[in-house]
């Protein structure tokens, strides 16, 4: 929740191959410090990394020693890290936005043996067209093999 104080909110991304103790490693270095969280959100595809975190910055604190940390642990993690400020009124039109008390999610779940680049591209200009935004992507499937169709099915014989 944002605080009343003055405060820079900093967007926090990394990115790089996957591999256990990531997340830890760069939020052990946060938990020690007094940011506190707006908002985050993890993916990994292909074994692919992304970590994204949105971060309210105390005025009182110098957050160039925590960017410095972060840029070192991150290096050692074989991560990449990138910060980015955010503007004040980004960030209140944002808090607008979850508070509206229209604001409605929607789940739209994709059924078939596979899901092809024509059938996400037509999903995604009906939300765009009905001036949503899509916050999220999950497969909910197992893991597909490579290869077409007929490769797939004979592998499951």
């Known amino acids: 929740m944002p605080s009343e104080?003055?405060?820079?909110?900093?967007?926090?991304h990394f990115s790089g191959p996957d591999a256990p103790g990531l997340t830890a490693g760069v939020?052990?270095?946060l938990a020690g410090s007094n940011l506190g969280i707006l908002d985050i959100g993890q993916a990994v595809v292909h074994e692919t990394l992304a970590l994204g975190?949105?971060?309210?910055?105390p005025s009182s604190l110098d957050f160039g020693?925590?960017?410095s940390?972060?840029?070192?642990r991150a290096h050692e993690l074989g991560l990449q890290a990138?910060?980015?400020?955010?503007p004040q009124s980004a960030v209140k039109h944002w808090l607008r936005g979850l508070r509206h008390e229209h604001f409605v999610h929607f789940i739209i779940t994709v059924l078939g043996r596979s899901v092809t680049f024509q059938q996400i591209a037509r999903i995604s200009a009906i939300v765009a067209a009905h001036g949503m935004n899509i916050d999220r992507i999950e497969r909910l499937s197992?893991?597909?093999?490579?290869?077409n169709e007929t490769e797939r099915s004979e592998e499951r014989r």
């Open 142 to 147: 197992g893991q597909l093999s490579p290869g």
């Open 69 to 72: 940390a972060l840029l070192n």
């Open 82 to 86: 990138h910060f980015k400020r955010i």
């Open 53 to 57: 975190m949105l971060v309210e910055v």
């Open 5 to 12: 104080t003055s405060h820079d909110t900093i967007l926090i």
């Open 27 to 29: 939020t052990s270095i």
């Open 65 to 67: 020693s925590v960017k």
